[in-house]
């Protein structure tokens, strides 16, 4: 079952311009947001995580912007740049002993320059 | 400060056979966690482990399992291989604790014939 639903599944943007990607949650113990980009036949980097405990944090020309009641969280990515092409997962993780991460399906992103 | 290294970075195996991966954690990370990413897809938790003992357990089957070293290095052994179990394996370390961030490794590619 999957458990964080991320849209779209490929963005074109064009150089200077907003990236705009959503998700949405199920689980309402989630309470850790992650954002990560992976770039082809490299691993996840971690860009910026957010707690439900605030609605936005910034850094650089990503935010993360999250809405508790709806749960959903979007990233922003500002004045994009064709070194910001590559593909951003979602994700989250529950209190527990493992907090293992539960991530949507990607989105594929192209800056064209 | 060395980051998440993974070796082998590519491995071709038949179905039925068995394979070891390798995971270094970074410098200070006592704890472990194994991820499994189909081509196109997000990663999916296979298991954790921190202080040599599994900390949490995906929807996995038992012919995946793994180890933890008093270095906190890990395996992740698969047996009886399917064509299935191609995907990227991707290894994660962190501190244990509320929150703390994963980082990764660039992950091993494997190639079930």
């Known amino acids: 079952q999957q458990q964080v639903k991320q849209s779209p599944q490929s963005l074109i943007v064009q150089k200077g311009g907003i990236s705009i990607i959503n998700c949405a949650y199920e689980?309402?113990?989630?309470?850790?947001f992650p954002w990560y980009q992976q770039f082809p036949g490299k691993g996840p980097a971690l860009l910026i995580a957010?707690?439900?405990?605030?609605s936005e944090k910034k850094e650089g020309r990503f935010t993360i912007s999250f809405n508790k009641s709806a749960k959903q969280f979007s990233l922003h990515i500002m004045d994009s740049q064709p070194g910001d092409s590559a593909t951003y997962f979602c994700a989250a993780s529950a209190q527990g002993s493992a907090r293992q991460l539960t991530f949507g399906s990607g989105t594929q992103l192209t800056v064209l320059p | 400060e060395t980051g998440v290294t993974q070796s082998p970075t590519h491995l071709i195996k038949t179905r039925g056979q068995q394979v070891t991966l390798r995971c270094s954690s970074q410098s200070g990370h006592n704890t472990v966690s194994w991820y499994q990413q189909a081509l196109g897809q997000g990663p999916q938790f296979i298991f954790q482990?921190?202080?040599?003992?599994?900390?949490g357990r995906g929807n996995f089957p038992p012919r995946f399992s793994g180890l933890q070293f008093p270095n906190y290095s890990s395996e992740l052994n698969v047996n009886a291989l399917e064509l299935d179990d191609s995907a990227l394996y991707l290894c994660?370390?962190?501190?244990?604790?509320?929150?703390?961030?994963?980082?990764f490794g660039d992950g091993t590619r494997l190639s079930i014939l």
């Open positions: 994660a370390s962190s501190y244990q604790g509320y929150n703390q961030p994963q980082h």
């Open positions: 689980n309402t113990a989630f309470d850790y």
């Open positions: 482990y921190y202080r040599e003992e599994e900390n």
């Open positions: 957010i707690r439900p405990d605030v």
